[in-house]
Structure formats: C-alpha cells, structure tokens
C-alpha cells in the first residue's frame, strides 16, 4: 500500500515523467539534428567537433575563436548545401532549461553538451560591435562578452518551419 502512494505521490510531483521541454524537440531520422518544435529552427545535435554515435555525442568539442566560428559555419553550410549559421543570442538562449537546476540544456536533445562559453552571430549595430557567448555550465547559465571570453563552443542552427517539426 505505501508503495502505492509513493508512486502516485511521484506522479504528481512529475518525477519521471516526460516533460513538456523535452517532448519540443524532435531529433531527425539520423539523430544528428534536432528541430524545436516550438521555434522551428533545426540545430545541430552536437557541439562541433563532437560526432552523433547512435546514442550520444562523443568527441571533443572545438574551443575556438569567434572569426573561426563564423569560417567552420560558412564550410559546413556549403558542403552540406544546408543554411547552418551561427545562433543569435537569442537563439542560443532558447536552449536553456527553466526550472531544472543542473540542466542547461535538455539532455536527451542535446546530450554531452560540454560545459563552456558557445558563441552567438556577431553583432553590427550602431554603437555594438561585439560577438557574445554564453556559457552552459554546472548549475549556471551566463552571458558574456566575446572580448571577455575569446575562446568558445560552437553549436550550428539553421532555419525551419515550426509547423512541419511538430510530433504526431
């Protein structure tokens, strides 16, 4: 009987429940991209440098400079004929998880992810010259500043469409 209670006392709670973040991404039929269903834009299941193995990303990933994050985004768009970009900050923070301290990003879309500074699509406004990171580590998300941090990880996005990435 307690047994009972505890398992609907975990139920209510959620404890091991799908949740609604997790059920936004829908990996592709090879595993290597991931669409969010909710924004529609296609990422890059794994960090660059990291490789998609069936099950995990395995590897490690490039620590680089924001000049050669642009080159490797601009390479790989044109060898593979798809549209991959660096993300906007913007972008880049729609990965984080809310509300679940030690996740950054939803482990079963985006596993491995390693924690350091990711970079952002270069800035060129008036008054804004500058490249952002930010960094997915333990228990923290934060923003930087590319002059601050000159070295980062890079995870490609491209655009979608929302209404096609949706589960069935």
Known sequence: MQSRWLVLLALIAGIGAP??????????????????????????????????????????????????????????AKASKKAWRLPSIKELKSLQVPDRPGELVEPAAFPGTPEMWFWSVFIDKPGVIDAFN??????????????????????????????RAKRK
């Open 19 to 76: 949740t609604a973040f997790a059920s936004r991404y829908v990996p592709s039929a090879d595993g290597t991209e991931v669409t969010d269903a909710q924004t529609g834009l296609i990422w890059r299941r794994c960090t660059e440098g990291m490789v998609w193995d069936g099950q995990t990303c395995t590897g490690t990933p490039l620590n680089i400079v924001h000049s050669s994050a642009e080159a490797l985004a601009k390479r790989e």
């Open 134 to 163: 930010l960094y997915f580590g333990y228990h923290t998300a934060k923003l930087g500043d590319g002059r601050d941090n000159p070295y980062g990880a890079v995870r490609l996005v491209r655009s979608g469409h929302p209404t």
